[in-house]
């Protein structure tokens, strides 16, 4: 897990259509290792994501075309792209803006101006968010798998305790009878006059 906390990039999905803004988020985000893909209105953005589903989407709301809003929206609603982070940064201070990007599927939402290190701080975390949720569903599928397997051990006993069981009653049958008569022997006897007595 210290792995996972210690050196977490990935490829990143930058949305803004000011291109000084762009070029300030993806000169920081490359110097800290991330790759990163630009585009500079929601349709370029839609096409990109779906094409190569990024790691994690920055995403502006006021966008030429489509809003962040919209571009968000759809995106939760194709399962390709569902699982991506989207943080939304923007001008709009507004707790409504906020909380709109937040009820449409965004993870975070950062403020304009925006300072370098919260912007890299949320980043970090969101990749390391995703990181983990990747290794709990690996895991969650190998304990799926583990436990189809243990079902099946489980069942196969079962079948074999419930045979053997047969069989026992079988040899019980075969050891208080005789063969030729088919009448109780003399163990049946015995037994029965212990049970008795």
């Not at 075309?65 to 699982?83: H, N, V, W």
Request: charged letters at 25%; aromatic letters at 4%; glycine letters at 4%.
């Amino acid at each position: 897990m210290n792995e996972v906390l210690t050196s977490c990039t990935g490829d990143l999905l930058v949305v803004d259509d000011n291109p000084d803004n762009l070029r300030v988020l993806s000169a920081m985000l490359q110097k800290h290792g991330h790759r990163v893909r630009k585009a500079l209105d929601g349709n370029m953005a839609l096409t990109a994501a779906r094409s190569l589903p990024p790691n994690l989407i920055l995403l502006d709301i006021q966008l030429p075309g489509l809003s962040g809003y919209e571009i968000c929206t759809e995106l939760k609603a194709e399962p390709q792209t569902r699982s991506i982070p989207i943080i939304f940064i923007s001008a709009r201070r507004e707790v409504d803006d906020i909380v709109k990007g937040f009820a449409v599927g965004g993870t975070d939402y950062i403020t304009k101006p925006f300072q370098i290190e919260e912007v890299l701080a949320r980043v970090e975390n969101q990749l390391i968010i995703q990181t983990l949720q990747t290794q709990l569903q690996e895991q969650n599928q190998t304990l799926k798998a583990h436990n189809e397997q243990l079902q099946a051990e489980i069942s196969a006993r079962s079948q074999a305790e419930q045979a053997l069981h047969k069989v026992n009653q079988r040899l019980q049958t075969l050891a208080c009878t005789d063969s030729l008569t088919e009448v109780a022997n003399r163990r049946h006897l015995d037994q029965y006059l212990r049970r008795m007595w």
